[in-house]
């Protein structure tokens, strides 16, 4: 029985490249060397989110968090987001985003659809609401296997009871930990490869026809 469906958002809930990127736009701005230098290992995860903060914070020293959420208010949900959310609901299983993207935008997203879970990076503010410019990490960029794990823990669901919806690389970690991957308007080719399904067109609702045949599809996960 499919009991909980892990959805990442960028890309996938949300027709939006990266709502880092996003941010980034706003300013006129853009984070490639930082980028770089974390997928060559020089930086982690938390430090290239505070390089990120840093950056929004040249332009805007007394960034509060409720301006970066009118900054991604206008990010468009992916069509057919909402068909297939209230579709899960109808089957009975919860949905959870498990994104390495900001948790504002995941929260509203979560708002707008009915989403049970939000689990993505965020940034501590002070009494006023101002960014301090330090980071809160919950997804690791490379680290959505783990995130899905704990999270299987806590509500009581096995990974054979579990399937994932992601559209690049960075979201294999969500499949391994599902017996069912689906690759959504896929990026890349090793979430191609990683997938039991491959949805490629813009339509998120497709995502349902898919999962109708759940368990009939896929091998059950690793504990």
């Known amino acids: 029985m499919l009991k909980l469906v ?20 706003h300013f006129g701005e853009q984070n490639d060397e930082n980028l770089a230098r974390f997928f060559a290992n020089e930086i982690g995860d938390l430090e290239f989110l505070e390089s990120d903060i840093r950056i929004w914070r040249k332009h805007r020293p007394d960034l509060r968090l409720d301006e970066l959420e009118e900054i991604l208010a206008g990010a468009p949900l992916m069509p057919g987001a909402d068909a297939l959310i209230r579709g899960l609901r109808a089957r009975g299983a919860r949905t959870a985003i498990v994104s390495a993207g900001i ?34 990490v919950r997804v690791p960029v490379l680290g959505k296997e783990a995130v899905l794990a704990s999270l299987q823990r806590q509500l009581g ?8 919806v992601g ?13 069912v991957g689906v690759a959504f308007r896929p990026e890349d080719d090793t979430v191609r490869r990683a997938a039991n399904a491959i949805v490629p067109g813009s339509n998120l609702a497709a995502v349902l026809d898919v999962l109708r045949e759940f368990p009939k599809i896929g091998t059950a996960a690793a504990p």
């Open 6 to 25: 892990a959805l990442d958002m960028d890309g996938t809930l949300v027709d939006i490249e990266s709502s880092f990127a996003t941010v980034h736009r």
């Open 103 to 136: 948790d504002v935008l995941g929260h509203r997203v979560a708002r707008d659809l009915g989403i049970d879970v939000v689990l993505a990076n965020g940034f501590r503010v002070d009494a006023d609401g101002r960014l301090t410019g330090e980071g809160i």
């Open 157 to 164: 669901v096995g990974p054979e009871e579990t399937a994932a």
């Open 167 to 179: 559209n690049s690389e960075i979201d294999v970690g969500l499949f391994r930990r599902s017996r």
